[in-house]
């Protein structure tokens, strides 16, 4: 290799191959990198894309990144039917081989914790939106208030009833993830997503993430399935099983 090294995850030693051909970021295959007994997935990324100037440039475009993050998370889906991986943070690059050893060698005791902590376990995410108003009746207009007093009394009733709207959703989003978060080793509460960036309908009163150990993953996805239909207006999303990104701890910074 002699381009720079692009990391995306530390794992054991593999049970079994890659899949034949697997590519990463910038079309580079992704190949295993052994040191001190556990794994580096790296693929060589040329210097004019992946330097610190350039790299910088690069996030700031949306294009560039959403297709590098597609290939990043394509590698690690790969990694995750094979082993546990240790997800690294997307576009950690470094210098050549010798960086990414020293990465590991700095960070060794914190990735064999973290490894054993992770085994033969999984994240899934829950979020709930509470959808808008179904169009015909948001496009149906408001009964003509008599008097100031009818306009009153009409707008309070339309407060009243969002407010309860919204009561019942976080009664049920808590309530959720209490059931979840007691069936699973762990949870996280993640910040509700931005509608205008996640192009999500509805308003998220939910974001989680869950860590599963594998042979309770059909189990939770029931009981996910079984409070799907629990609130009329609510929406319950689940995804997964993904590498388990939401508690992997921080990763280490870039050294392009």
């Known amino acids: 290799m002699s381009g720079l090294r692009y990391v995306y995850a530390v794992c054991r030693p593999l049970g079994a191959p890659l899949q034949a051909q697997l590519t990463g970021v910038a079309g580079a295959p992704a190949k295993p990198l052994h040191h001190h007994g556990l794994v580096a997935v790296v693929s060589e990324v040329p210097e004019r894309d992946f330097a610190e100037e350039p790299l910088r ?3 700031e475009d949306l294009d560039w990144l959403a297709a590098t993050a597609r290939a990043h998370q394509g590698v690690i889906d790969a990694l ?4 546990t991986p240790l997800p690294l943070r997307l576009a950690t690059v470094f210098r050549d081989d010798s960086g990414v050893r020293s990465m590991i060698e700095a960070r060794e005791d914190h990735f064999r914790e973290t490894l054993d902590r992770l085994e033969g376990r999984v994240e899934w995410g ?6 808008p108003e179904q169009p015909e009746r948001a496009a149906r207009p408001a009964p003509k208030a008599a008097s100031g007093r009818d306009y009153l009394r ?3 009733q339309q407060t009243r009833a969002s407010e309860d709207m919204w009561q019942k959703a976080e009664a049920f989003a808590t309530r959720l993830h209490e059931e979840l978060a007691d069936f699973a080793e762990d949870s996280r509460l993640h910040a509700p997503q931005n509608p205008a960036l996640s192009g999500a309908a509805g308003r998220n009163v939910l974001n989680a993430a869950y860590l599963v150990p594998r042979r309770g993953s059909e189990e939770f996805v029931e009981l996910v399935d079984r409070a799907k239909d629990d609130v009329p207006g609510l929406r319950v999303e689940l995804t ?7 508690f992997a701890g921080e990763a280490p910074e870039e050294e392009a």
């Open 57 to 59: 440039a690069h996030l």
């Open 154 to 156: 009409q707008r309070r």
């Open 126 to 131: 829950v979020k709930i939106y509470a959808e």
């Open 240 to 246: 997964g099983p993904w590498a388990a990104y939401s």
């Open 80 to 83: 995750t039917v094979v082993t």
